[in-house]
């Protein structure tokens, strides 16, 4: 698989955690204005695990910037498993 056909396929797997919603915010957010961040900023000691990776979208991730914020404050939308493996992940 291509370079770009794994990035698509990853976004799309990241905002599957929250069906297609900003993680934050809640807003339905169209595939091009979709982004993927680091719960945990790489800036902070964070990794592209799959589990540190949230769906948020332009907004949101402009206004997160590099900051450390809880899973509550970040991540309402996700869905349950998904908060949890968050939680687990970031308790590492």
Known sequence: ??????????????????????AKCGKTVSVDKQTIDHFIPKYHGGTDDFRNLIPLCKACNRAKGSRLMTVEECCTYLDSDSIKELKNYSKQ
């Open 1 to 22: 698989m291509g370079r770009r056909k794994k990035k698509k396929s990853l976004k799309a797997e990241v905002w599957n955690k929250s069906n297609g919603l900003c």
